[in-house]
Nanobody
Framework: QVQLVESGGGLVQAGGSLRLSCAASGRTFSSYAMGWFRQAPGKEREFVGAIRWSGGSAYYADSVKGRFTISRDNAKNTVYLQMNSLKPEDTAVYYC??????????????????WGQGTQVTVSS
């Protein structure tokens, strides 16, 4: 049973920072891609960024590029989303997800089979 558990969300002022964590368990993730998505009220769930456990570059949505950074700790089976220079429009529930697809890093929600429960991030102006 694959489990993904996010943590680290909260309330922060605009310009502040938060670091989200996603702890993965239940299988070997070495060949998987790990993605971060977010969903604001009344909006579709959107791609934030993704990285492979095995290494290589991370990919980011244009809206977060230069402000958000994805990293991973293979020993802890944990992926992180460091969010800096937060804006009110970053307010959303943030989800981590895992994809077993090979090749290019998956960038769409349909390509991810496993999802965490989400963690709320609220940025006040």
């Amino acid at each position: 049973q694959v489990q993904l558990v996010e943590s680290g969300g909260g309330l922060v002022q605009a310009g502040g920072s938060l670091r989200l964590s996603c702890a993965a368990s239940g299988r070997t993730f070495s060949s998987y891609a790990m993605g971060w998505f977010r969903q604001a009220p009344g909006k579709e769930r959107e791609f934030v960024g993704a990285i492979r456990w095995s290494g290589g570059s991370a990919y980011y949505a244009d809206s977060v590029k230069g402000r958000f950074t994805i990293s991973r700790d293979n020993a802890k089976n944990t992926v992180y989303l460091q969010m800096n220079s937060l804006k009110p429009e970053d307010t959303a529930v943030y989800y981590c997800a895992a994809s077993g697809l090979q090749g290019d890093v998956p960038l769409t929600r349909r390509q991810y089979a496993y999802w965490g429960q989400g963690t709320q991030v609220t940025v006040s102006s």
